[in-house]
């Protein structure tokens, strides 16, 4: 069902003044979230330069599935209480951060990439809760510079 006939249907209609999100769950709980989608797509398509040295965010799972020769993984989370952290801090406070920033000025700009992926509609009905199969791939491939769901960052050492 696309997101335009999923809030004309039923489900929707049966909740009137209904102020939260479908799922509080991103929509898992009915298959895979749609920031997912466009995260394990950037993956697959940049899986060669997943090695070295890699940094991930909650877990180590991504870097399991698509890294190769890995010789030391960061977990970054804001959680405290993370028991799969080995670094805490908060992306959104820059002061949060150890002295060696991330990304900084250890890559040239030749060797990193900003790509948005999304558009206004996966980013709406990502955050009311609708997993990525609930929205057609038309949907899903196209993408909005402006009202992207998720961005990425590719960056590689010289």
């Not at 006939?5 to 009915?30: H, L, M, Q, T």
């Not at 949907?139 to 050492?157: I, M, N, Y």
Request: hydrophobic fraction near 40%; proline fraction near 6%; charge should be neutral.
């Amino acid at each position: 069902m696309n997101v335009a006939g999923f809030f004309r249907g039923a489900f929707w209609r049966a909740r009137p003044g209904r102020v939260g999100p479908i799922s509080d769950n991103w929509g898992r709980e009915r298959g895979l979230p749609i920031d997912r989608w466009y995260i394990e797509r950037f993956l697959e398509s940049n899986a060669g330069d997943i090695r070295g040295r890699v940094l991930e965010v909650m877990d180590h799972a991504y870097t399991k599935r698509f890294g190769a020769g890995v010789t030391a993984s960061t977990v970054l989370d804001v959680d405290v209480r993370n028991p799969n952290a080995t670094l805490t801090a908060d992306l959104g406070e820059p002061e949060s951060l150890p002295a060696e920033r991330p990304f900084g000025g250890r890559f040239g700009g030749d060797r990193t990439s900003v790509t948005p992926y999304g558009n206004a509609r996966t980013s709406m009905a990502f955050l009311v809760g609708l997993p990525a199969e609930e929205l057609s791939e038309r949907e899903l491939a196209a993408g909005h510079w402006a009202f992207p769901t998720l961005v990425t960052v590719r960056a590689a050492k010289g």
